[in-house]
């Protein structure tokens, strides 16, 4: 009979080991299969669907980016806006997301995006601040779990209403 030594049972058990254990894993390949933009009243919804998330992602954080640029004007109580120059527009980046549960290696979701809010302007008494239009350009989407994106959506801008 022949005798084992203490290395040839160590190489036997590191070869039991390696065949046993699943084949490689390979890398995840997050990609955005869509990403489109629409307007809803006076906000911007993006629905998407990302691929490629493999079987180990559980979640994935996904935010939207945009510059926009809101309209604002003063409205009395009869509904008309006055002459004057009770009007504002206000600028800046805005931003919305969340985190969307993995199912089967991808994962799809819509997120909202609202204007930025008017600042300091402000109405004289009796009147009435209404957001009556805006922007929103070069939007971008982003999977910030797998560092996918920036995107850009289509389209990439629109205007509300």
Known sequence: MRRFTMTTIWLLIFAFVLATMPGQLWADSANFHFANATASGLDLHVSFKETGLGTTATTANITVNANAT?????????????????????????????????RNGSVSGTITVSLPGPGTFSCPSGQTLVLISGTFANITITDNTESDGPVSTTPDSIAVP
């Open 70 to 102: 809101a309209t604002y004007q003063c409205f009395n109580n009869g509904g008309n806006h006055p002459k004057a120059g009770n009007k504002t527009t206000v600028s800046g980046p805005v931003t919305g997301g969340g985190n969307f549960q993995v």
